[in-house]
């Protein structure tokens, strides 16, 4: 059974900067598309940065310039450095992935909720003025 569990969330002053990890306790037999996402209160996930099966990246355009997504596949961990944070960045993160599809980083990164098979139970950044 595969579980991603996501880590690194907490309350930061706007400017500051998380790295939020996913580790992926046990194997998918391929290389999975990943992705981080967001949501907010009453509103579907949000795609924010995403690897795709062929290792490309992409990022939704808030978030451009200041997220960079990482994977270090020796130890099974995605990786969200998130800089310039901003107030509006305050969401729960989740992490997903789907080992199933040969999926492209855009793909990944507008995948509904029902895109990713497996998702991680979040962890909350709080982003203060």
């Known amino acids: 059974q595969v579980e991603l569990v996501e880590s690194g969330g907490g309350s930061v002053q706007a400017g500051g900067s998380l790295t939020l990890s996913c580790t992926v306790s046990?194997?998918?037999?391929?290389?999975?598309?990943m992705g981080w996402f967001r949501q907010f209160s009453g509103y579907e996930s949000e795609g924010v940065a995403a690897?795709?099966?062929?290792?490309?990246?992409s990022y939704a355009d808030s978030v451009k310039g200041r997220f960079t997504i990482s994977k270090d596949n020796a130890m099974n961990i995605l990786y969200l450095q998130m800089n310039s944070l901003k107030p509006e960045d305050t969401s729960m993160y989740y992490c997903a992935a789907n080992p199933t599809l040969s999926m492209s980083s855009i793909q990944v990164l507008g995948a509904s909720d029902y895109g990713m098979d497996y998702w991680g139970k979040g962890t909350l950044v709080i982003v203060s003025s």
């Open positions: 690897i795709g099966t062929d290792g490309s990246t």
């Open positions: 046990g194997h998918f037999y391929s290389t999975p598309a």
